[in-house]
């Protein structure tokens, strides 16, 4: 019996996929045909990174 992937394994999948064939500027720039985004995304940008030091960003970027 096969069991259904859930929605995050196929976004994480697609996105995958996406990046493989299309490399990660085609993969951003073909998601972008499909939603224009809502909001602001410069207040929302800062809203989430500006309490991020260079030091959590290397962290980070260790850890993975």
Excluded: N
């Excluded at 045909?33 to 260790?62: P, W």
Aim: glycine content about 10%.
């Amino acid at each position: 019996m096969k069991i259904k992937k859930g929605i995050e394994q196929i976004r994480e999948e697609g996105i995958e996929a996406l990046v493989k064939k299309l490399g990660p500027d085609g993969m951003i720039r073909f998601i972008q045909q499909f939603d224009s985004g809502r909001g602001d995304y410069t207040k929302d940008r800062h809203a989430l990174l500006d309490s991020y030091t260079i030091e959590d960003i290397v962290g980070e970027i260790k850890k993975k």
